[in-house]
């Protein structure tokens, strides 16, 4: 907080990028404050929070005297959403298309990086990976080591996105993979299958992608409106961004289809302001002695998916 500024929201992000979040904080006067303070791993656990006991107001923000740690969030993104698969599954499995290897590659996505040391383009795709043992779990694979948004759709987004706004299937690709090299197709035909089926790749990467995006953002009581830009990129390689603003504890998203999203922290049967971090670790993490890297991310639930294309559809550049 800046100097002046009144502690209004629940939630903050510290110097380290991961989030705490602030409940029940009084002022009784002359520095007497009291409240608590949680970190990620003290509400996933049920740990008791450190509690304020003392309080001042600094040239340069604020300080305040608590009577324990805070204890940063050791859940990662993918097991928020696979601890709560009845929700997301639909999502979990879009994200498993690029595990196809013998797919992607018949699509034209090369399994050589083009230099030495460089990443492959296949593996640009992947959207978990257990960091060849190095992740506590499985990570995000194009995350790095900053805090992000996960606008996370539920099952009922999946079905929307696509039976009303064109977003292939994975049985949708596969089935014009099995067309092409049918024995009956011709060349041709062979060569159009796979540059649709690359189209629609790309179309489910594309979203896969823009549900992330840059800095935490919580649905909380005062979030200015600001712009953030997405972890999908044009064509042009031009970042798509994601408008948001929050008052009253309800976050409006908007997108660059111009929907209106509604992600409202009072909803308890939604999954709303989740703290999330994955970790990287210096080697196996059986032999770890350190982090290597790390990514904060607050994981929202979504029943209506986003969209990157102002025309409200993910099927423009294959059908």
């Known amino acids: 907080l800046d100097a002046g500024e009144q502690i209004?929201?629940?939630?903050?992000?510290?110097?380290?990028?991961?989030?705490?979040?602030?409940?029940?904080?009084?002022?009784a006067g002359g520095g007497n404050y009291s409240g608590t303070v949680w970190g990620g791993a003290q509400i996933d656990n049920g740990v008791a929070p450190a509690k304020i006991v003392r309080g001042w107001e600094q040239?340069?923000?604020?300080?305040?005297?608590?009577?324990?740690?805070?204890q940063p969030c050791i859940t990662s993104?993918?097991?928020?959403?696979?601890?709560?698969?009845?929700?997301?599954?639909?999502?979990?499995?879009?994200?498993?298309t690029f595990e196809n290897r013998a797919l992607m590659t018949w699509a034209g996505i090369s399994s050589t990086a083009m230099e030495e040391g460089q990443t492959p383009?296949?593996?640009?795709?992947?959207?978990?990976?257990?960091?060849?043992?190095?992740?506590?779990?499985?990570?995000?694979?194009?995350?790095?080591?900053?805090?992000y948004t996960v606008y996370a759709p539920d099952n009922a987004a999946m079905q929307i996105a696509h039976e009303q706004m064109g977003l292939p299937t994975y049985d949708q690709i596969n089935e014009v993979y099995n067309v092409a090299t049918s024995e009956d197709?011709?060349?041709?035909?062979?060569?159009?299958?796979?540059?649709?089926?690359?189209?629609?790749?790309?179309?489910?990467?594309?979203?896969?992608?823009?549900?992330?995006?840059?800095?935490?953002?919580?649905?909380?009581?005062?979030?200015k409106e600001t712009s953030y830009q997405s972890l999908y990129s044009s064509d042009l390689g031009i970042p798509v961004n994601i408008t948001s603003k929050s008052s009253g504890?309800?976050?409006?998203?908007?997108?660059?289809?111009?929907?209106?999203?509604?992600?409202?922290?009072?909803?308890?049967?939604?999954?709303?302001n989740r703290m999330a971090r994955d970790y990287e670790y210096d080697q196996d993490k059986k032999t770890a002695t350190s982090i290597a890297v790390s990514s904060f991310a607050v994981v929202h639930q979504v029943s209506t998916p986003l969209c990157y294309s102002k025309s409200g559809r993910y099927d423009d550049t294959w059908r």
């Open 121 to 147: 383009p296949i593996d640009r795709y992947i959207v978990f990976s257990g960091k060849e043992g190095k992740a506590l779990d499985n990570n995000v694979n194009f995350l790095n080591g900053y805090n």
């Open 59 to 70: 040239a340069n923000g604020w300080a305040f005297q608590i009577d324990g740690v805070i």
């Open 185 to 223: 197709a011709t060349a041709e035909e062979e060569a159009a299958g796979k540059a649709k089926a690359r189209k629609m790749i790309d179309a489910v990467r594309a979203f896969v992608r823009y549900h992330f995006q840059n800095n935490s953002v919580f649905a909380d009581n005062h979030v």
């Open 249 to 272: 504890g309800v976050l409006i998203v908007t997108d660059a289809a111009n929907q209106r999203i509604v992600i409202d922290a009072s909803a308890t049967d939604r999954i709303v």
């Open 8 to 27: 209004v929201n629940n939630y903050y992000l510290t110097k380290h990028g991961g989030a705490i979040k602030i409940t029940d904080l009084v002022d």
């Open 77 to 96: 993104i993918s097991q928020v959403l696979t601890g709560n698969s009845e929700r997301f599954q639909a999502f979990l499995d879009l994200c498993a």
